[in-house]
């Protein structure tokens, strides 16, 4: 059976889409990264998506990055804090 008929459909597929979509057309802003680095740890393994994790690796391509200086440049920027201010802090969305 191929990987592809095992496939699952991520909940959030919807929502992670349209973050993607604009992802693939923005600009590497602080905001946009972390959204890519909290994308690449929610899709890291899933049996799915495929489209979601293929588009992620276009955006890191795109903006000249590697998994490892991509997840190195968040820590920065979340240990600055304040990149999520107006959304509920004690909702963690990274699953």
Avoid at 12 to 26: A, E, I, K, Q
Avoid at 52 to 73: H, N, P, T, V, Y
Wanted: proline share 2%; aromatic share 8%; hydrophobic share 30%.
């Amino acid at each position: 059976m191929s990987d592809t008929a095992k496939d699952q459909e991520h909940p959030l597929w919807r929502s992670d889409r349209t973050t993607v979509d604009s992802l693939l057309v923005g600009e590497a802003t602080d905001f946009n990264l972390c959204e890519l680095a909290r994308l690449k740890i929610r899709y890291q393994g899933f049996p799915g998506a495929r489209d979601i994790q293929r588009d992620l690796e276009k955006a890191l391509q795109r903006w000249q990055l590697d998994e490892a200086s991509l997840f190195e440049r968040t820590r920065e920027i979340h240990q600055r804090g304040g990149i999520y201010q107006g959304r509920n802090k004690d909702q963690d969305d990274w699953s």
